[in-house]
C-alpha cells in the first residue's frame, strides 16, 4: 500500500510529460540547448525515479556536473596514457544531471538560516579489495559556490564499533588520516556562482531543512494494517482444520474416520460427534482493516478510488460516477493539491539544474549564447475532454478560429516547431500533387 501511494503521486506528476521551454523560438540555441538536456538525460524519468523515492525518504538530491556520460575509469586502468588520451578523444564532455543518495548527502546551513546551504558534502565508503584483505576509506566531495573540494580518508574498525539501534548490524569507522584522492587536482573549480548540488523536499517546514516523507504520519496506520491481517490469516487458519469431538474411536479398523485436527474423545450418552467452534470476530476484524485503509488514503490525501477498487460501503465512490473535466478535478482535488505541493519543490530544483547546464556549458563547452533560466509547463495529469474545450472557445469568441494549423499539430502531435514545420510542409506537397490531376469533369463537354 506505501508503494502505489507514493507511486501515485510521481505518476500525476510527470505522467503526462511536462515541456520545458527557454521562452524563446525553438530554433534558438537556448531552447535547442535545454531540449538536449533534457533528452539526454532522461529527465523525465529522472523526475519521477526521485519523486518515488522522496515519498518515503522526504529528501531528495540532484546533482549537475560538467563531463562524461560513460564512465571510462576501467578503460584507463587497462590502456597506457598516451592510448588512453587518443581513445577519449572521440567521446566530447557534456552537462548532466544525476540523482545523490540522500544518506550519503551532508549539507552545511548558513548561520541564521537553516533554509540555506554554504556547502553541501557527498561521503561515501570505498572499499579498497587486494589479496590479503579490504580497506576502507571515505571519499568527501564538498561543494562549495564556485569550487568542489576533494577529500579521502583512511577509516579504522574498533572494538564495540557495531551500532544495532535500527534492529540490524550496522558498522561504524573512527575517520583516520587523511590520504591522496588519486585526482590531479583536489580543489576544481566549477565556472559556476552558486552550488552544484540541488535539494528537493517532499513537504518542507520553516524550522528544518530536512523534509517530511508522505509516510511518516501513517507509519503506526500501516503497522496496525499489517497486524489486523495476520490475525484475520489466524483466524481463517484455524476455522479450516477446527478440533473434532465425539465417541471413543478406539479399534475403529478401517471404518475408523479419520480427522485432520486435533479430536476430543466423550461419552456417547454426552454428544453426538461435532466440531468445536470459536468466535473469532471475523466481521469485526474486516470492519477495523477497512477504517484502518480509510484513514491510510485520507491522511495520505489520495482518494481510495484513484485505484480503481473499494472497500466497505462508504468509501468515497468507484470515482466513475463523472466524465466531464470539472468533475473529475473536482473528485481528484485531494491528490492534485498534494501533487501541486511536490511539484513547487521540483519546479524550482529542476529549473535550477538546467540553468546550470548552460553555464556549465558556456563555461567548459564551445557553446556561445546568452543563458537564460527557463520555464516548465506542468500537466495534472487528469484526462482532458478536447470536445469540451473546443466547445467553451467556441462560446467565448464567438466561433472564431482559436487555433492555427501548426499550434494544432503541435499540441495533437506533442512535436516542436521543427517537426511541426515539416508536416505543413508534406501536407502542402500532397496538397500540390492533388491539385495537379486533370478534373473529370472536363470529359463531360460535349465535343462541338
Request: aromatic share 10%; hydrophobic share 35%.
Amino acid at each position: 500500500m506505501a508503494d502505489v501511494i507514493v507511486t501515485k503521486a510521481a505518476d500525476l506528476l510527470v505522467g503526462e510529460p511536462p515541456g520545458f521551454e527557454s521562452g524563446l523560438p525553438d530554433s534558438s540555441d537556448q531552447q535547442r540547448a535545454i531540449n538536449r538536456y533534457v533528452e539526454e538525460n532522461d529527465l523525465v524519468k529522472l523526475i519521477h525515479e526521485s519523486a518515488v523515492g522522496n515519498g518515503y525518504r522526504g529528501d531528495a538530491w540532484i546533482k549537475t556536473r560538467y563531463g562524461y556520460r560513460t564512465d571510462f575509469s576501467e578503460i584507463k586502468n587497462v590502456l597506457s596514457d598516451e592510448a588512453y588520451e587518443a581513445f577519449i578523444a572521440n567521446y566530447e564532455m557534456e552537462p548532466i544531471i544525476e540523482h545523490i543518495a540522500a544518506d550519503c548527502v551532508f549539507p552545511e546551513t548558513s548561520r541564521g538560516n537553516i533554509k540555506a546551504f554554504k556547502a553541501v558534502r557527498i561521503a561515501s565508503v570505498e572499499y579498497v579489495v587486494s589479496k590479503n584483505d579490504e580497506k576502507p576509506f571515505l571519499n568527501v566531495e564538498r561543494h562549495v559556490p564556485g569550487f568542489i573540494i576533494y577529500e579521502r580518508y583512511r577509516l579504522h574498525e574498533f572494538e564495540g564499533g557495531v551500532d544495532n539501534r535500527w534492529g540490524y548490524p550496522l558498522q561504524v569507522y573512527k575517520i583516520g588520516e587523511r590520504v591522496p584522492t588519486g585526482r590531479d587536482e583536489d580543489i576544481v573549480e566549477t565556472g559556476v556562482p552558486h552550488l552544484l548540488v540541488h535539494h528537493i523536499p517532499y513537504k518542507s517546514v520553516d524550522d528544518d531543512w530536512e523534509g517530511v516523507s508522505g509516510l511518516e504520519k501513517i507509519e503506526s496506520l500501516l503497522a496496525a494494517i499489517n497486524d489486523r491481517i495476520v490475525q484475520i490469516d489466524y483466524i481463517l487458519w484455524k476455522h479450516s482444520d477446527p478440533t473434532a469431538y465425539g465417541p471413543d474411536l478406539d479399534g475403529g479398523g478401517d471404518n475408523q474416520v479419520r480427522l485432520g485436527g486435533a479430536y476430543i474423545p466423550v461419552a456417547k450418552e454426552d454428544h453426538k460427534p461435532g466440531y468445536m467452534t470459536w468466535d473469532g470476530q471475523l466481521t469485526s476484524a474486516f470492519k477495523e482493516l477497512e477504517v484502518l485503509i480509510s484513514l491510510v488514503f485520507q491522511l495520505s490525501e489520495t482518494p481510495q478510488w484513484l485505484f480503481g477498487t473499494v472497500l466497505g460501503e462508504n468509501s468515497g465512490g468507484t470515482g466513475t460516477s463523472h466524465t466531464d473535466s470539472g468533475s473529475i478535478k473536482a473528485r481528484f482535488m485531494p491528490i492534485l493539491s498534494k501533487v501541486k505541493r511536490i511539484r513547487m519543490h521540483y519546479d524550482k530544483a529542476i529549473r535550477d539544474a538546467l540553468w546550470t547546464c548552460q553555464l556549465l556549458d558556456l563555461a567548459h563547452g564551445e557553446y556561445d549564447f546568452e543563458d537564460v533560466y527557463p520555464k516548465i509547463n506542468w500537466k495534472d495529469g487528469i484526462p482532458k475532454n478536447a470536445k469540451e474545450e473546443a466547445e467553451i472557445m467556441a462560446i467565448r469568441t464567438g466561433d472564431k478560429p482559436t487555433l492555427d494549423v501548426k499550434s494544432a499539430i503541435k499540441r495533437q502531435d506533442d512535436v516542436d516547431d521543427e517537426k511541426a514545420d515539416e508536416i505543413i510542409r508534406r501536407i502542402d506537397d500532397d496538397a500540390k500533387r492533388t491539385e495537379g490531376f486533370v478534373e473529370p469533369s472536363i470529359f463531360n463537354d460535349g465535343g462541338e
